[in-house]
């Protein structure tokens, strides 16, 4: 990707490039510290297809997100070793399951099937990462992570049966 700088005089800077899938991406960057983005369709187009302005806070916040300060995504290749070892599941707590009415603690969920529970649904409620003293109903829908021998064990449970 080449980046091309046109100096504006009495404005600031214009810096363009070209995207990967053929559309032009223009930033002038005024003195005073505003931004403006313009998005080009087609490069050879006078008109932009949309901008928007931006401070130089947001014009910097941008910046570090695009640079993946706060997410970074996962290498495919790394991606397809971790899809094939880990799996997260989403399973329902069934009427007669051994887990209906006891702590995630008390149901020693982990320890009996090595599977993990990362969120519930209950009704209208959602709970991300719950603590091993939210007590399990008939109806939570659980969101389970592990290895697929272990989400079969903890399917198994919520279905009513034993983890072994």
């Known amino acids: 990707m080449q980046f091309k700088t046109t100096e504006l005089p009495g404005i600031g800077k214009k810096i363009s490039f070209i995207t990967a ?17 313009y998005f080009f369709d087609d490069p050879d187009s006078d008109e932009a ?10 014009t910097r916040e941008l910046g570090a997100q695009l640079l993946g300060a706060m997410y970074q995504p996962v290498d495919m290749d790394k991606m397809k070793m971790f899809k094939k070892q880990i799996i997260i599941e989403w399973v329902d707590v069934k009427k007669g399951s051994p887990l209906v009415g006891k702590t995630i603690g008390q149901s020693q969920i982990r320890t ?29 829908v659980l969101m389970i992570c592990g290895k697929q021998a272990q989400i079969a064990k903890l399917t198994k449970l919520c279905e009513g049966g034993d983890a072994s």
């Open 112 to 140: 009996r099937t090595g599977a993990s529970i990362i969120g519930i649904v209950k009704g209208e409620d959602n709970i991300a990462v719950p603590d091993i003293d939210v007590i399990l109903h008939e109806g939570d």
């Open 49 to 58: 297809d949309f901008s928007i302005s931006m401070t130089s806070d947001e």
């Open 21 to 37: 899938e053929g559309n032009m991406v223009v930033l002038v960057v005024h003195h005073s510290g505003k931004r403006e983005m």
